[in-house]
């Protein structure tokens, strides 16, 4: 029998067999609840492997339908949706699984292994940081607070949404889209009674259009003071969504959202997150200056919120702008990936050999991933665009590694889906940088998932991996798309056969490195308002005096006072990332530090990179990334690596 499960799937029943499936699990809760003496072997195991078990069913629906979408798909997945969730969420209230997790980890934990502890005390957090223990009021305020947040975070984005779609702004002068791409003004244009106009509207590629390209200031200022000032009802939501959010970390025992939200995050406490953060802006600052200034210079004036796009535009323009045509002939898709794979054989040790498994598509290919000579994985790659797919690129995990109930061992696998250039006989798929940087990237998702030893599949991989370290393994691989030593194994031109001049590489380096101190500030500035934010009750006035406060600190143009850009801030009032955003930098960070550690050993006989294969990736979720960074690094996290990553000299 193969190591792997199969990929197969039947639509017409898949509804049916769900159901009977939760049916079981149902069934089984109960049976395991029902145990006397519950153990982590005859209790946790089995509801964990219960879990997986669910996943390798449903996995294969949702991989489906978005790499090939179709009504039935959709149909299907939007019909299971609501009964997976009913499942879950019972489950993840089920106060005797929490109960009987407790009491095991009272009995037990000296005897379980580090995996088997990491196991109880995650299911232990998630149970409290929904509530699920406290007395029946606390837990029904809960709820309303659940309800009410997701309300208020809807119509947070609801109201965005329409002020970006109610605004438009029509130039009659030809004059004044002079400079824009040819594609963009063709978006814009149209006729209005035989007369030729362009509409420029405040959604995302029409915006930046003209704030990079728009040579008339008046127009762009227009446009930057539309976009800056929507939504003002927001205001009052934000408030709404600040004290609710306040009053529900209390409840749940913390002093603010802060505290709540790093319970179950790397970062230690909100003093590490602020330290860090404010190191990186003093750190950033002094060139930021000098890349202000450079801009300046070729503006001969003092910059406005609405000319930084369009100057830095015509400076990038001026010294290192990238002409993609000119790379592409040096990165052909099956040379490129056949390059990443030599890269992690010389790097890890490990290699993939290709299987003749028919998948959902002809363009799918899965390999077995071999290391030190064992069978390890399966991956699965998807990587031309097609109709039907979901735009974008993503890992997403399958099977995790891990012992069955039986003690047998289970491996793992994963997806690799992105949307390359289709080839076709005639004509090879050649790849921007960019994407060879994107493959990179899901790849290391998918080694962090794919090289797991960890037999718990709760803790195994990326599962359990805490939200501001999971991209660490991805954006230390993506590195070194960058790295010349790395690119030259595989960036030959296609036709000639000649390998990418160094000065072509230094050039996507420079390029990468544009303006990186003053992108620094502004994704610092970001991330310390989001933060301070959930440390007290901010309400009212008072969430404007603060962001004021921090921008003194981090804006080097003054913002106009009509910008109300916390309006705005979905990432944190309509998304996930309250008291989080600080998480793109930090593991940042770690993947920097790691990074130049593998460079400065030389890259292929470096310690760390051995050390990374064992400690991260073997590792996945079996401890805190920041144990198993320390144990990787003898040491914390150094950010001064992710100042020489962006070319930010001190
Ligand atoms: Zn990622």
Redesign the pocket.
């Known amino acids: 029998m193969s190591k792997f499960l199969e990929f197969k799937i039947e639509l017409d029943n898949f509804i049916q067999e769900l159901n009977t499936r939760l049916d079981a699990n149902n069934k089984k809760v109960e049976e395991l609840l029902s145990i006397e003496e519950k153990t982590y072997a005859n209790f946790v195991k089995p509801l964990e492997m219960m879990d997986e078990y669910l996943d390798h069913f449903f996995t294969p629906l949702s991989h489906l339908n978005s790499v090939n979408n179709s009504e039935k798909t959709q149909e299907i997945y939007t019909q299971s949706l609501p009964i997976i969730t009913e499942y879950s969420t019972k489950l993840s209230q089920n106060i005797d699984i929490y109960k009987a997790y407790k009491e095991i980890q009272k009995n037990e934990s000296d005897s379980l292994n580090d995996e088997q502890n990491r196991v109880l005390e995650l299911n232990i957090l998630g149970f409290e940081l929904s509530g699920a223990h406290l007395d029946d009021d606390t837990k029904k305020r809960l709820q309303e607070i659940n309800i009410k947040k997701s309300e208020l975070s809807n119509n947070f984005s609801q109201n965005l949404l329409d002020a970006t779609n109610e605004y438009e702004y029509i130039i009659e002068d030809e004059k004044d889209v002079e400079g824009l791409p040819q594609s963009d003004i063709a978006n814009a244009k149209f006729e209005d009674d035989g007369v030729v106009k362009y509409k420029f509207t405040l959604q995302m590629p029409s915006y930046i259009a003209y704030m990079t390209y728009g040579k008339n200031e008046k127009i762009r200022e227009e446009l930057y003071k539309a976009y800056v000032t929507r939504a003002p009802q927001n205001a009052e939501i934000i408030d709404e969504l600040l004290s609710l959010k306040s009053e529900m970390s209390k409840l749940l025992g913390y002093n603010n959202y802060a505290e709540y939200s790093l319970a179950s995050k790397m970062a230690e406490d909100s003093k590490s997150v602020l330290g860090f953060l404010n190191d990186l802006l003093k750190n950033s600052k002094a060139q930021a200056k000098v890349e202000l200034q450079e801009v300046e210079e070729l503006a001969k004036r003092p910059l406005k919120s609405f000319d930084t796009a369009y100057y830095s535009e015509l400076l990038k323009k001026a010294k290192y702008e990238i002409d993609e045509e000119v790379y592409r002939p040096y990165f052909e898709q099956s040379s490129v990936v056949n390059g990443m794979f030599d890269f992690l054989t010389k790097l890890f040790g490990i290699r993939f050999e290709k299987t003749d498994e028919k998948l959902w598509d002809e363009k799918a290919i899965s390999y077995d991933l071999y290391q030190d000579d064992m069978l390890k994985a399966r991956l699965y790659t998807d990587l031309e665009a097609r109709k039907g797919k979901r735009g974008g690129a993503w890992m997403h995990n399958w099977q995790a590694h891990c012992l069955d109930e039986a003690g047998d061992e289970q491996l793992a696998s994963a997806f690799i889906v992105c949307n390359f250039p289709p080839s076709s006989k005639e004509n090879p798929s050649l790849l921007r940088h960019d994407d060879v940087v994107t493959l990179f990237?899901e790849m290391g998702?998918a080694i962090h998932h794919m090289l797991s030893s960890v037999n718990e599949n709760g803790v195994s991989g990326v599962n359990g991996v805490e939200w501001d370290a999971v991209?660490f393994p991805?954006q230390f691989l993506e590195n070194f798309a960058y790295e010349p030593h790395v690119l030259k194994m595989f960036a030959t031109h296609h036709e000639s056969g000649e390998t990418i001049p160094d000065d072509m590489i230094e050039k996507l380096v420079k390029s990468k490195n544009f303006l990186s101190a003053s992108g620094m500030l502004r994704q610092l500035e970001f991330s310390i308002f989001d933060f301070e934010l959930h440390t007290k009750l901010y309400q009212g006035d008072e969430v404007q005096s603060l962001l004021d406060g921090i921008r003194k600190e981090t804006a080097l143009i003054k913002t106009p006072e009509y910008n109300k850009f916390q309006n705005g801030f979905a990432h944190i009032f309509a998304g996930g990332y309250a008291a989080g955003y600080y998480s793109y930098k930090w593991a940042e960070v770690l993947s920097a530090d790691a990074f130049f550690s593998v460079i400065d050993e030389g890259i292929f006989d470096s310690k760390t990179a051995k050390d990374y294969l064992h400690v991260v990736l073997n590792g996945g979720a079996s401890k805190s990334m920041g144990i198993l960074f320390k144990e990787l690094m003898g040491r914390e996290p150094n950010p001064a690596n992710l100042l020489r990553l962006n070319g930010i000299k001190q």
Do not use: K
């Open positions: 990237h998702h991209e991805s």
